[in-house]
């Protein structure tokens, strides 16, 4: 809609925009990832990581389970896991370590110095009914 000037010359309602001063994009802002964001995606890589190791954990297993720490761009992260007994289980906590460093700085953009693992619980492979009794 226009209205008529003083003059008679039509102009927009309001008044005229300026044009806003162009901001470099580093200035503009930042995206912030929410913590929890960062542990699903934790917690999710550590999944694939159990998944591909050859002595997987059994399906009664608890799903891994992450807890993060976000302090600018570095994430500390903590899993806690069930795993398969007999194991090794150095080899692979390494192997989920690796998979949760990567994951995270790939997807979040953050980098990982460190990542804690506990394992909450060691399930032992089924054994027959000879072997039981030694178990016990």
Do not use: F, N, W
Request: hydrophobic letters at 40%; charged letters at 25%.
């Amino acid at each position: 809609m226009s209205l008529p000037r003083d003059d008679g010359v039509p102009r927009a309602c309001g008044t005229p925009r300026s044009t806003p001063p162009k901001v470099a994009p580093a200035d503009r802002g930042a995206t912030r990832i929410a913590d929890r964001v960062v542990a699903k995606i934790a917690a999710q890589a550590a999944r694939e990581a159990l998944t591909a190791l050859p002595a997987a954990p059994p399906a009664d297993a608890a799903p891994p389970h992450a807890t993060v720490t976000v302090h600018h761009d570095i994430a500390r992260v903590r899993i806690s896991l069930e795993l398969g007994y007999p194991a090794d289980l150095a080899t692979e906590c390494s192997a989920v370590r690796r998979r949760v460093a990567q994951r995270v700085e790939d997807c979040a953009g953050m980098s990982v110095p460190e990542v804690d693992i506990d394992v909450e619980r060691l399930h032992p492979a089924q054994v027959g009914p000879a072997r039981r009794d030694r178990l016990r």
